[in-house]
């Protein structure tokens, strides 16, 4: 019988839908209320549906996933593996604008191709438990949880977050004087009178100061093309990673999260949870903790002169303060000029007439380049002299304030004291506009060595710091300035404020309305879910407002308990009376709010009255592994931990960390097929002629080209226009593409369909073909002539099990275990060793030992059920089609999902007897199976009475016979 894995991959996936084989038990299947199996929680990162589908790099997490998942599943542990879809984004709402089709219909289309594929290749996934990121059941919940941190504050002290009646509690007993919070920088200090004696507005404008969900006006990345913000992840060498449209700097009035509220605990969770050190790394690098110091700088009102020496006019205060935040405050005496960020807000306040248009322009072509090209960009030296100055806190010196792009507003305070003879930018900075450079440090010369050398020894203006050492400076120095109230100690983090508002329509609508004050106001939780309205076009509209604002109806109207969205006109001609609504917001949420919460509502995700039950909060607690991408290290996966956080805080969630354990698999990549062009020209030359000409490199899709990198020439011209009238010089009569292997891209068209694959070779064989690839964390090339090993492994796996007449099915069913011990030592040191490999993740080597031991096997012509039935389920979590289908024919009703996991016993491998070399002179002539509890007697004597002995001796008498038990016997004479 032939190895159909068409016929029995189609059987079992049907069975597997048609009986809901992997539907994970429910809390209320057990009357206790509590499932009495022991909780297991395997997720995969949900994917966004894009309309390309999946390529075979896609499913390797998955895989992985599922293997591991099947596995706690034989250990006899109630598994959740769920998935779902993160399904609004802009990809659909740009294919939308250029069609006209609704996001809405796009991504249904997406999501039903990505369950065929992830269907097809037999995933062990509760389907029941599909979420989807834009459905309103779903999203209902992200915008209640939206309200919940619009209603909260953190409070240092307790180091949590809290609902804002406690906060207002405080405010109306003693005023804000005493309130430890995380907050705006500029709130103003008030009396519980004057709080009381606030208007309303006055006093939501205070509390949206100390909310965890905040408006104010951000720095953002705006893509003009694209009408909408982009996040720093989202833009790729200064253009939009969609579309490569131009981005520039923006100040807009957005929604932010107060995850910097978070930053420290951010970081101290890392050491509670089992994730990539690379990956904490990159946490640890984009929270940024430092200590310092925090310093204000007096500015100068404009009359102060250029010439720092000539004080003929005095040094008046203008009543501003520039304040900086540095780790080496003991170098301030090296300070001879200020640097702001283009967009820091006092620019525009502090530039002289004299120097505005220089400014206004530096500011105009800095606004082009993104924050992650300046901080990149350690070699343009740019800037502008704002032609005010500010005072030195001790010195009293004017010192010039410049702007330069290598300041960034997002970081600090966007101002930076200026060291030239500390700091290299500083320097070349300084170098280049010929700005003074004062050494502050003794005995070396101002070079690129001495820069940042924590062990100079300072000399400088001052009483207080001259001779100290680094540490001792740095804590006079910060003494020093607090005592004349000019700085104070202080722990910086690099961590900003998430912007949360996009300027999109496929997105989650905030749950926010603005009333007459224009203050922001949350919908009622029974008003929830807030619909994505219909709009005619999914542009920003003629005046410039995100695509919302072409719903015709887009205004909250509120009578008693019924709420209704009506349209302005309505709005405005409506009664007063009891109207409570307004304008609603206009933006959307971005792609990570929908992601930053999923895991969770997986535990209970059809629940319509809370966003998840306490009972199975309590029993799934938390994701026990995660497997996904490194590349969301500093997006989704640290705002679900700032989510989670807070959640945890509020008794919302019972853990503060969501992912106990975290596996990065690393990337499949693809061999890209290379043309040549002849620059200029539309002539392509083969890979061995292209040194002859000058030219350029083109890719083209790897499915024209054979396995010996010959091309199709009549496929190629056929595939674009831009082929179709192409000339093409040959070698030896072929055209042979170039080969590069790259990150796997339909940008690249190296993208292999697993599609093809199942096609060809079937499901199980793409599944271990990807395993046996390598390393799971590790990036591997993909090379599909390499699964032709894999398959034919299947094909021996199937024959162990058919070798009755004519390749029937068949096993023997015998209990004794006599002459069974090479296969079941074979057996055994197979559950061990795949047990191990499972549980250490090292998918790769349990390939390798399944091709062992099928080979072992069958050389021992082994039939036993006792052998090859606990086989097949060591087999079922990596090729789990036809782990099934010969699971039946050994005679079983159920699922052998349901089987528990083969038992190692060490007795099988433990060794009775020894193979002993039998050498004469030295020389090793034949084997003697010998047991290993004879004694060295015994074993002299067993091989001396041994025909083959006897033969080599030929009647000579040995002089000696040496015996190392255990080990060897050699006769010598």
């Known amino acids: 019988m032939n190895y159909d894995f068409k016929q029995i991959e189609k059987k079992w996936q049907a069975h597997w839908a048609k009986y809901q084989t992997f539907k994970t038990d429910s809390l209320e299947s057990s009357q206790s209320g509590a499932v009495s199996k022991q909780k297991y929680y395997v997720l995969s990162m949900f994917p966004y549906p894009s309309g390309a589908g999946l390529h075979v790099g896609h499913p390797l997490g998955y895989i992985a996933g ?9 250990k006899g542990f109630n598994v959740l593996h769920p998935m779902g879809y993160d399904s609004f984004g802009l990809p659909a709402e740009q294919y939308a604008i250029q069609t006209g089709q609704h996001p809405a219909i796009t991504t249904e289309t997406n999501i039903k191709r990505y369950r065929e594929q992830l269907d097809r290749l037999g995933f062990s996934f509760d389907w029941s438990r599909e979420v989807r990121t834009s459905n309103p059941d779903y999203y209902k919940w992200t915008q209640w949880i939206f309200i919940q941190l619009f209603n909260s504050w953190y409070n240092k002290d307790a180091n949590k977050a809290q609902g804002m009646d406690s906060l207002i509690a405080i405010f109306e007993k003693e005023g804000n004087k005493n309130v430890n919070a995380a907050c705006d920088d500029d709130v103003v200090i008030f009396s519980a009178e004057e709080w009381k004696g606030y208007p309303q507005k ?9 909310r965890l969900t905040y408006l104010a006006d951000a720095e953002v990345n705006w893509c003009p093309a694209l009408g909408t913000v982009l996040a720093n992840d989202e833009i790729v060498n200064g253009v939009s990673e969609r579309g490569g ?31 990539p050190q690379p990956l904490k790394d990159s946490q640890t690098n984009w929270i940024g903790r430092s200590e310092g110091a925090s310093v204000k700088f007096k500015v100068l009102s404009p009359n102060v002169q250029a010439d720092h020496k000539d004080h003929s006019h005095g040094t008046q205060k203008s009543g501003s303060f520039i304040e900086v935040f540095t780790t080496r405050p003991d170098t301030i005496f090296g300070v001879s000029f200020m640097t702001l960020a283009p967009e820091h807000e006092l620019v525009a306040k502090i530039t002289t007439p004299e120097q505005k248009a220089e400014v206004e322009a530096y500011i105009q072509a800095t606004a082009k380049r993104s924050e992650r090209d300046r901080m990149a960009d350690v070699k343009t030296i740019s800037g502008a002299f704002t032609g005010a100055y500010a005072e030195h806190p001790f010195t009293k010196e004017p010192i010039p304030i410049w702007i330069g792009d290598y300041v960034l507003a997002g970081y600090g305070t966007g101002a930076v004291m200026s060291v030239p003879c500390g700091d290299q930018r500083d320097y070349d900075f300084a170098k280049h506009f010929n700005i003074p450079i004062p050494n502050i440090f ?6 690129a060595e001495a820069f940042a050398d924590k062990d100079k020894t300072i000399i400088a203006n001052s009483d207080f710091l001259n001779g100290l050492s680094y540490k001792k400076a740095v804590k006079r120095a910060i003494f020093e300035l607090e005592k004349i109230g000019q700085g104070k100690g202080k722990v910086n983090y690099r961590l900003r404020d998430a912007v949360f508002s996009r300027q999109r329509y496929w997105g989650e609508p905030f749950p926010v309305y603005y009333d007459v004050h224009g203050m922001p106001k949350m919908l009622d939780q029974k008003h929830l879910p807030l619909e994505l309205p219909e709009v005619d076009k999914y542009l920003p509209t003629e005046t410039g407002e995100p695509p919302l604002g072409n719903a015709k109806a887009w205004h909250w109207l509120q009578y008693g308990d019924e709420g209704n969205i009506v349209s302005e006109a309505e709005f405005a001609n409506s009664s007063p009376e009891g109207r409570l609504g307004g304008p609603l917001e206009l933006n959307t949420m971005p792609g990570w709010a929908g992601s930053s919460q999923y895991f969770n509502r997986y535990m209970d995700p059809h629940n319509k009255e809370v966003i998840y039950a ?11 592994l995660y497997i996904g991408g490194s590349e969301h290290a500093t997006g989704h996966l640290l705002y679900s ?8 805080d509020r008794g919302i969630a019972p853990k503060d960390e969501f992912a106990k354990k975290l596996i990065n698999q690393g990337m499949i990549t693809g061999t890209s097929a290379l043309v040549y062009r002849v620059s200029g020209t539309n002539t392509y030359v083969s890979f061995g002629l292209k040194n002859d000409y000058e030219v350029e490199e083109l890719r083209i899709d790897v499915n024209l080209v054979n396995a010996s990198d010959e091309v199709d020439i009549t496929e190629l011209k056929q595939w674009q226009p831009d082929y179709k009238e192409a000339e093409f010089i040959l070698e030896d009569g072929k055209y042979i593409v170039g080969r590069e292997v790259e990150k796997m891209s339909k940008r690249w068209f190296n993208v292999v369909n697993p599609d093809a694959i199942c096609e060809e070779y079937g499901a199980d064989s793409l599944r271990l073909y990807e395993m046996f690839l390598g390393p799971l964390e590790q990036s591997k090339p993909w090379n599909t002539a390499g699964i032709t090993g894999v398959h034919s492994f299947l094909r021996k796996l199937w024959r162990l099990y058919h070798t009755g007449e004519n390749g029937t099915f068949y096993v023997s069913d015998s209990p004794s275990s006599e002459g069974l011990g090479g296969s079941l030592k074979t057996l055994h040191k197979t559950i061990k060793k795949v047990e191990d490999d499972i549980e250490n993740f090292s998918f790769n080597t349990s390939v390798s030992t399944f091709m062992i031991c099928v080979n072992e096997l069958t050389s021992q012509k082994c039939t036993s059920r006792s052998i090859l039935e606990p086989l097949v389920i060591l087999i079922s979590p990596y090729a789990p089609h036809i782990a099934e289908e010969l699971w039946e024919k050994l005679g079983h009703g159920t699922s052998i999902s349901d089987a528990p996991f083969p038992k190692f016993e060490e007795k099988y491998l433990v060794e009775s007897s020894k193979e002993y070399p039998i050498s004469f002179n030295g ?28 033969a080599q001796l030929a009647g000579r008498t040995p002089k000696k016979v040496i015996v190392v038990p255990g080990k060897i016997v050699n006769i010598v004479g």
């Open 202 to 210: 006055e006093k939501e404008e205070v509390l949206l100061k100390y």
């Open 641 to 648: 931990r700032f989510w989670q956080k807070f959640l945890f």
């Open 66 to 74: 599922d293997i591991y998942a099947r596995y706690k599943r034989h």
């Open 614 to 624: 306490k009972e199975a909060v309590d029993y799934w607690q938390d994701v026990d």
């Open 245 to 275: 449209h131009p981005v520039i700097r923006k100040k807009m009035t957005q929604w932010m999260m107060r995850i910097t509220a978070y930053a420290q605990r951010l970081l101290d969770g890392l050491d509670t949870i089992d994730w």
């Open 923 to 950: 020389k090793m002539r034949f084997t003697m199976e010998l047991p290993l509890d004879m004694s060295r007697e015994q074993i002299e004597d067993a091989v001396m009475a041994n025909e083959k002995t006897q």
């Open 442 to 447: 003794k005995g070396v010369d101002i070079t």
